[in-house]
């Protein structure tokens, strides 16, 4: 949640990794790349602004390379493309391969935050105005894209970090398509709504993703046309819409349009980990649950989601316990 916060790997705090994808796919030469630069009004972090739409270390569909830049692949409204986002001096430099190319370029200021004005945001607490004034580019992304996150999240529910980032791997690369482009490590674009709906119950079984989860994705896909609909909808509108779907709660619909909508104050309840982390950072109280969350976090109506991000990048994290749910394969069943 937190973009590249470290110190505890839960899926609610790290999105980050590399991967490589099966080789053996045929790709055709790369066309010349589309370009756009964009100067922002103040320096982004790249890694702050663009980190939770990493899916685990493995993510087929994001990678980062050692000299700053910032791969994603995706699926937009016009078809797969990739794009390679590098930070230069003040300004930021895209480059876009693909059908979906100039559909990434046209939105690439809303991807790295232009939507969101942090300075609304007044912290209330020490540690919320430290993590702030040390991370000042910390903007909160838009994709205008809903099924790209809601797949993912659908798969994270309920089960461990590890589960869930092997689901989405194994899926998307067997499934999806090759990046456009000179994509690294051969990316993949995930599948489109058809494919999803495609895949035989034995393939999910095996990426260890019961038939609860695999139902919900399904439901979701078959409507997806509605469901991307909701970019264009205030987000409580679009995390209305969301949860008609059976299997999408609250949860779902909230780890959704933070990333589809870059939603200020959509703060995540049903959480294994949040409640307890800021609780603690907040109160000391390592044992809270939602409602004592929503209380704290009641200083910072509208803009919660941001306060939360800055609880779990401030650092302050209560120690660990032992795991308190199993980790599970029953693609070994």
Excluded: N
């Amino acid at each position: 949640m937190a973009g590249r916060f470290a110190p505890r790997p839960t899926r609610t705090t790290v999105r980050g990794g590399q991967v490589a994808v099966p080789t053996g796919i045929p790709r055709q030469a790369p066309a010349p790349a589309r370009v756009r630069t964009w100067v922002p009004d103040e320096p982004i972090d790249l890694g702050l602004v663009l980190g939770p739409l990493r899916r685990g270390p493995g993510d087929p569909t994001f990678r980062t390379m050692p000299d700053g830049s910032v791969w994603r692949a995706t699926r937009t409204p016009v078809g797969p493309g990739t794009l390679r986002v590098t930070a230069r001096g003040t300004g930021v430099r895209g480059e876009a391969w693909g059908p979906g190319a100039e559909w990434l370029l046209e939105r690439l200021p809303e991807l790295l935050g232009a939507a969101d004005d942090p300075s609304v945001f007044v912290p209330r607490h020490r540690l919320v105005a430290l993590a702030r004034h040390r991370r000042p580019g910390l903007r909160l992304t838009r994709t205008g894209l809903v099924l790209e996150s809601l797949i993912p999240s659908i798969l994270e529910q309920k089960v461990t970090t590890d589960e869930a980032y092997r689901a989405w791997r194994l899926l998307v690369r067997k499934f999806g398509e090759p990046a456009p482009g000179p994509a690294p490590g051969r990316m993949c674009v995930m599948p489109d709504a058809q494919t999803w709906r495609m895949i035989p119950s034995w393939e999910w079984h095996r990426a260890g993703v019961d038939d609860k989860r695999a139902s919900t994705v399904l439901r979701a896909v078959r409507v997806a046309a509605r469901l991307e609909e909701a970019v264009r909808m205030p987000p409580a509108q679009a995390q209305a819409r969301l949860e008609v779907v059976p299997g999408i709660g609250p949860w779902t619909s909230a780890e959704v349009v933070q990333r589809s909508h870059g939603a200020p104050d959509a703060v995540t309840v049903g959480d294994l980990h949040l409640p307890g982390i800021v609780g603690w950072a907040l109160a000391g109280d390592r044992d809270a649950d939602d409602s004592v969350m929503l209380e704290l976090l009641e200083p910072y109506a509208g803009q919660r989601h941001r306060a939360a991000r800055l609880i779990l990048l401030g650092g302050r994290i209560p120690e660990r316990r032992a795991p308190r749910m199993a980790r599970g394969d029953i693609g070994r069943l």
